[in-house]
């Protein structure tokens, strides 16, 4: 039987326990996922660099070997297809997740003529509300977000605030 592998495109700027909870689960079904990190140029002031951020979301998965990270530009789909990823994973929190994500699951369907898949999955009730914009924002009040991402994720956005 082949590798079911998926692509699972985000900002992930900074990864949230939302996005992690959604690898958890699509770790049921997957062989391998792999994260692509986009640059997304319509979100100035992100917090890490992509480099940075590709090291970060690699340092947290070091011990899973389902999971890979990569960067990339252009469509995702296309980086799909590169990637021998059929399926693109895709999170859903709410009602205008449901609708943005459905949107953008008819058009890569669509332009990657029928090849490239979208799945979805639920948000854990717990990580409903978390965003990684909410989490920043958390951040720069000085509030305590360990219950929103990973430790690491804090250590190195406590870094980037002393410099
Ligand atoms: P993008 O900029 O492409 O929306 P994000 O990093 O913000 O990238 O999100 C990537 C995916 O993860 C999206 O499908 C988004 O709906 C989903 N997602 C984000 N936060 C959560 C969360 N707390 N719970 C479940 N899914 C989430």
């Given at each position: 039987m082949s590798m079911k592998k998926a692509l699972y495109p985000g900002?992930?700027?900074?990864?949230t326990k939302g996005h992690m909870s959604i690898i958890s689960q699509a770790s049921c079904i997957f062989d391998e996922i792999i994260i692509s990190v986009l640059k997304n140029t319509n979100k100035p002031n992100e917090m890490f660099s992509i480099e940075e951020n590709v090291e970060l979301i690699k340092e947290i998965y070091k011990d899973n070997r389902k999971i890979k990270v990569i960067t990339s530009k252009g469509a995702s789909v296309d980086v799909a297809i590169e990637n021998n990823c059929n399926m693109m994973i895709r999170g859903l929190r709410n009602l205008s997740d449901y609708n943005y994500e459905m949107e953008l699951a008819n058009i890569n369907k669509d332009i990657s003529d029928g090849k490239v898949n979208t799945v979805c999955f639920f948000s854990d009730i717990k990580y409903q509300f978390t965003s990684s914009t909410s989490v920043k924002e958390i951040f720069r009040l000085g509030k305590d977000i360990s219950k929103y991402t990973d430790d690491l994720v804090i250590n190195k956005m406590k870094q980037k605030l002393n410099k």
């Open positions: 900002s992930f700027n900074p990864i």
